[in-house]
């Protein structure tokens, strides 16, 4: 399932701070994401959409800033995009239902099982907590 909204609806039902980083692309500043210090078990949301992209048995004090997880919650949850944008290489990670950008992911974290940082945007996530 795909969900699609016109820049209308997704302004009326994300905060300014959420359709910059889902919608526009954008980047929080580190350090400052809500999410960051979450320690609480459960998935991870996309957002914009409810989709479950991460669960925190993945995620990683990365030190970047930016809440890091080093696997998505399963391999259709996320599309990966190149992206060479501001004059760099990167690969930008999508949410597959909506389209949402929710962050970059890197090959820089050997201390994890897959290797791999997902630099994710804490106002590009939700949170469901689990008992």
Do not use: I
Not at 58 to 65: E, I, Q, R, V
Not at 72 to 97: F, I, P, Q, W, Y
């Amino acid at each position: 399932m795909t969900v699609q909204k016109t820049d209308d609806e997704w302004k009326s039902e994300l905060t300014p701070q959420q359709y910059k980083v889902l919608r526009e692309k954008g980047t929080e500043a580190p350090f400052t994401g809500a999410l960051l210090h979450n320690h609480d078990g459960g998935d991870y949301t996309c957002a914009a959409c409810g989709n479950v992209v991460f669960t925190s048995d993945t995620k990683f004090d990365s030190g970047s800033g930016w809440p890091s997880f080093y696997d998505v919650s399963n391999t259709e949850a996320v599309r990966l995009v190149e992206d060479k944008s501001h004059g760099m290489s990167r690969v930008e990670v999508e949410c597959v239902v909506c389209g949402s950008h929710l962050g970059h992911v890197f090959h820089d974290a050997p201390e994890q099982p897959t290797g791999l940082r997902y630099c994710v945007n804490s106002a590009a996530l939700g949170f469901e907590k689990k008992a």
